[in-house]
């Protein structure tokens, strides 16, 4: 399993992250917010981007979705709670899912609310360990509740 993690450089600090099976270079976007810079990186390494993973449904995570499906036609995953607040959800994720990205990356979709109630981690299922966590945990603690999640949850 490869991650790109790859710097916004925007006022809200985000990443977004590009997960990868090295063996069919398929990549699945997390929460690809400048998805320039997502598509930039993919064409960079020779990646096909199949998929795309909301963690939550907040603009900063979201914002790129539109764009990136238009330029790959890539289908959306985001929590099965969420689709009355993500356009265009094609794959509604409950805790215990997993996600394929090409033939080598399982990827165990985690229902984690808190920050917002339609939140998903993705815990790695292969050799390597990783845990994608959206908003659930910022590098300084635990993430907000100020936008719709509720701190007991969290």
Not at 74 to 81: G, N, S, V
Not at 96 to 116: N, Y
Request: aromatic fraction near 4%.
């Amino acid at each position: 399993m490869i991650i790109e993690q790859i710097w916004t450089a925007n006022a809200f600090r985000n990443f977004n992250y590009l997960i990868v099976c090295p063996e069919t270079g398929e990549a699945l976007a997390v929460d690809p917010l400048d998805h320039q810079k997502c598509l930039a990186s993919a064409r960079q390494h020779g990646w096909t981007i199949t998929q795309i993973l909301n963690t939550h449904e907040h603009g900063d995570h979201t914002g790129g979705n539109q764009a990136m499906i238009a330029a790959t036609g890539a289908k959306l995953l985001a929590h099965h709670r969420a689709k009355h607040r993500i356009p265009g959800i094609n794959i509604g994720l409950s805790a215990g899912d997993v996600v394929k990205v090409g033939r080598t990356v399982e990827l165990l979709a985690l229902d984690t609310p808190g920050h917002t109630m339609s939140h998903i981690c993705l815990l790695s299922q292969t050799d390597e360990p990783a845990l994608i966590c959206g908003d659930t945990l910022f590098n300084a603690g635990a993430g907000n509740c100020h936008s719709g999640g509720h701190p007991v949850e969290l």
